[in-house]
């Protein structure tokens, strides 16, 4: 089961994002966590005991939760994950395109997880590395061989023009995050309908997207937009909030 979180952190609503992975994460009335952080080794230990914090704050919280630095240059690979044999993993968030340098070079490890039908949870970078084909970031887009700002700059993760690369293949379809809060839906609409993608998510902060054999569940405070294509329309779009099961 994944469950792709579209960042924040909203004290009263953490049972009903991060706390429902981490049910589903419990197995035999333990959860044993791993959570794994892509920066520089300090700020990797910092933001490690951030989220940490956000887990062991829960009803239900893990048992035991287990640090696992990454970066660009020293990966995550499947051997970290099989020395811990984890009930769960959750990627925290963090720049988009270094959480990808840092997770979807070896894929083994997310092969590991599918296999031994491990939960995977993940919030904002996290959340949108997942995808099959991974939107990274960017606030321009191209049309006539122009590029126009289609985004304020500061949602870009540090690219200029909309970057969609391979990801980690957990889920079928795009994902973009802080969608209302940072303006980021309008990037996923550019993506599909420049045909760089051809479905995606959009999420919210404080909101999670349930994925599990092709079903969507959303739950949180805030709303999830689907933007897809067909052969008739350039783009749809349908919005959706908590309760909602596709």
Known sequence: ???LHGGGDNLDNRVDTFGRFVEVATVNSCCNLAL????DEAQARESFE???NIFTSLP???AQIHPVLVSATQPLNRAQLENIQPSGVFVCGGVTPLYHQSLCLDTSWAKYLLDAKIPYGGTSAGAAIVAQKAI???WLATRNAEP???LFKGASEGLDPITVQDGLGLVPFAIDVHASQMGTL????HAVELGFVTEGWAIDENTVLQFEENEISIFGQGHAYRVWRDTQHPVHITVHVSGTKL
């Open 36 to 39: 794994v952080v892509a920066e």
């Open 186 to 189: 309008t990037r996923l609409i």
């Open 50 to 52: 951030e989220y940490k």
């Open 148 to 150: 126009r700002a289609m």
């Open 60 to 62: 239900n919280a893990p």
């Open 1 to 3: 089961m994944i469950f």
């Open 136 to 138: 990274l970031g960017g």
